[in-house]
């Protein structure tokens, strides 16, 4: 009876429109939801303090005035905005019985999850080139990596972004959606979004998967052969000035795979499953964002210091 009260169409007066959708959610055991619950809440909370923490140090310090750290700190922003789109609603419904989104803010969750998630493509893609720069053309870093390059960079970054997401939302928006309103995700994602729809949607399944599976793909290995010719590049210096680039490069590194890994496993595995969809959904939505703080904040030795003056400063104003 639940299952059919569910897949009824939820406007009454016009059958041939869904007003809203029902999330499955995670688990139905309570003892799950609890963990859960805490696991979500705690890495939630760390992501945006960190987060945080990393936006306010780079723009205190003036030691860390530099492309990279400007980067950084852009990157930390996205993570931040990022890791707010699903990930409260997530926690608030882990234990409310009956878990739904209204078919507007289920289009607002995949136009910002993929306007933010495109620009952070670029912004990595970006911070790849500053280390090739600074590693491999030192001497022209400056006139190369200048304040006005880096604005520029952030700037087409997010105008990427932002299309690459219209793109995919002008296709999905106008969709007939008349049937079952059940998502099997706490979310609203494109593949499953789509699968509802009451047409033939395998034209846009494919310009689905060609717009975000092979871009992600394409700029993951792209992003990959750079940095193997970094570390070729690498091997010319001296072993001070190599291990300390290497220790960045490899930081760069675990934050690319942390992002690409899951994104392009969702858009190209051919047969998902819905517990390992899930998985890498929550492993993305929240732990990521804390991930990439803390992968740059203790593999950083400026950062670290950085933040010891911050966190100085406020103890004594606090005091």
């Given at each position: 009876m639940l299952s059919e009260e569910l897949h009824k169409p939820m406007n009454g007066a016009n059958q041939s429109a869904v007003s809203e959708f029902v999330f499955l959610g995670l688990s139905n055991s309570w003892e799950i939801q609890l963990l859960l619950f805490g696991f979500s809440c705690l890495f939630y909370v760390s992501s945006m303090m960190g987060n945080l923490l990393i936006v306010v140090t780079v723009s205190s310090d003036p030691y860390l005035h530099s492309p990279m750290y400007f980067l950084l700190a852009n990157l930390s922003i996205i993570d931040l905005i990022f890791c707010s789109i699903a990930a409260p609603k997530m926690i608030c419904d882990l234990f409310r019985k009956r878990k739904v989104i209204s078919f507007g803010g289920c289009i607002a969750q995949i136009f910002f999850s993929h306007a933010v998630g495109g620009t952070e493509m670029v912004l990595l893609i970006a911070m790849a080139y500053d280390r090739y720069v600074a590693i491999c053309k030192p001497l022209h870093y400056l006139s190369l990596m200048s304040s006005r390059t880096c604005i520029l960079i952030l700037v087409v970054a997010w105008i990427?972004?932002?299309?690459?997401?219209?793109?995919?939302?002008?296709?999905?928006?106008?969709?007939?959606?008349?049937?079952?309103?059940?998502?099997?995700?706490?979310?609203?994602?494109?593949?499953?979004?789509?699968?509802?729809?009451?047409?033939?949607?395998?034209?846009?399944?494919?310009?689905?998967?060609?717009?975000?599976?092979?871009?992600?793909?394409?700029?993951?290995?792209?992003?990959?052969?750079?940095?193997?010719?970094?570390?070729?590049?690498?091997?010319?210096?001296?072993?001070?000035?190599?291990?300390?680039?290497?220790?960045?490069?490899?930081?760069?590194?675990?934050?690319?795979?942390?992002?690409?890994?899951?994104?392009?496993?969702?858009?190209?595995?051919?047969?998902?499953t819905s517990h390992l969809d899930k998985f890498l959904a929550v492993f993305d939505a929240v732990l990521t964002p804390f991930l990439n703080s803390v992968i740059y904040t203790f593999r950083n030795k400026e950062m670290k210091m950085a933040m010891r003056k911050v966190c100085r400063k406020f103890l004594e104003v606090k005091q």
């Open positions: 990427i972004g932002l299309i690459h997401s219209l793109v995919q939302v002008a296709f999905v928006v106008n969709l007939p959606f008349c049937g079952p309103n059940v998502l099997d995700s706490f979310y609203c994602d494109l593949p499953r979004l789509i699968r509802l729809a009451c047409t033939d949607t395998y034209n846009l399944e494919f310009m689905v998967t060609t717009n975000s599976g092979f871009i992600s793909l394409g700029a993951f290995f792209l992003l990959i052969l750079s940095y193997i010719f970094i570390l070729a590049t690498l091997q010319k210096h001296s072993s001070g000035g190599s291990s300390k680039a290497l220790s960045t490069l490899s930081t760069h590194v675990m934050v690319v795979i942390l992002f690409f890994g899951p994104c392009i496993f969702v858009y190209m595995w051919p047969h998902p």
